[in-house]
């Protein structure tokens, strides 16, 4: 069963403008999400993270929304740029300290110039 | 640079034979993982260590899968009798205990196997 949701398999957004990617979970357990970008033939890079007691956590140009009672997360970037083109996988795990990662399936965002 | 290492980049084997995998962390990381990503899935936990010691084992790790840590250091993850369903992405990660600075994985860039 996939416990961590990634509906959109790939999104197209103009340089410039905001980009939204959205993530669900159904394991009420999971209390500490991230997001991580992948290029091709490189590993995951982490980008961002929010425990479950934050509904926002913000870094720069990205902003990760917690809607803890929806089971739904979503990572804002914002402005985007074509550096940003690449696969973004949601994480959950249950409790600080990531031992074990449950990952979505990905969305690959491209970004046109 | 001292990121995680991971040898070979990529394997090709014939179904039933061995495979290893080698991983060498990020050299003050005392955690120590392996991820199995297959094509237009995400990675999938499989194993972690912390130091020398396995600390959890996914039930996707079948008998024929063996991973070590000796010493602490590099660990190396061995296929016995492979399948082509083993075909995947290895990818290895490595993270500190310490809690103020364990928010993250460092992955390597993987091993592509591929079985034929």
């Known amino acids: 069963d996939q416990q961590v949701k990634q509906n959109s398999p790939s999104l197209s957004v103009q340089e410039g403008r905001i980009s939204i990617l959205n993530c669900d979970y159904t394991?009420?357990?999971?209390?500490?999400f991230l997001w991580y970008k992948k290029y091709p033939a490189e590993g995951p890079t982490f980008l961002i993270s929010?425990?479950?007691?934050?509904d926002k956590n913000e870094d720069g140009r990205f902003t990760v929304f917690l809607n803890k009672s929806a089971k739904h997360l979503s990572l804002h970037i914002v402005p985007s740029q074509p550096g940003d083109s690449a696969v973004y996988f949601c994480a959950a795990s249950e409790g600080f300290g990531n031992e074990k990662l449950t990952f979505g399936t990905g969305t690959r965002l491209t970004i046109i110039p | 640079d001292t990121g995680v290492s991971q040898d070979p980049r990529h394997k090709i084997t014939k179904r039933g034979q061995n495979v290893t995998f080698r991983c060498d962390p990020i050299s003050e990381h005392n955690r120590l993982y392996w991820y199995r990503q297959t094509l237009g899935q995400g990675p999938e936990f499989l194993t972690y260590?912390?130091?020398?010691?396995?600390?959890?084992k996914s039930r996707l790790l079948s008998d024929r899968f063996s991973a070590e840590r000796p010493k602490g250091s590099f660990s190396t993850l061995e296929i016995q009798r492979t399948e082509q369903g083993d075909s995947a992405m290895y990818l290895c990660a490595s993270s500190s205990s310490d809690r103020a600075t364990n928010e993250k994985l460092f992955f390597g860039s993987g091993t592509q196997l591929s079985v034929l």
């Open positions: 394991n009420s357990m999971f209390d500490y």
């Open positions: 260590f912390q130091n020398e010691a396995q600390l959890e």
């Open positions: 929010i425990s479950s007691i934050k």
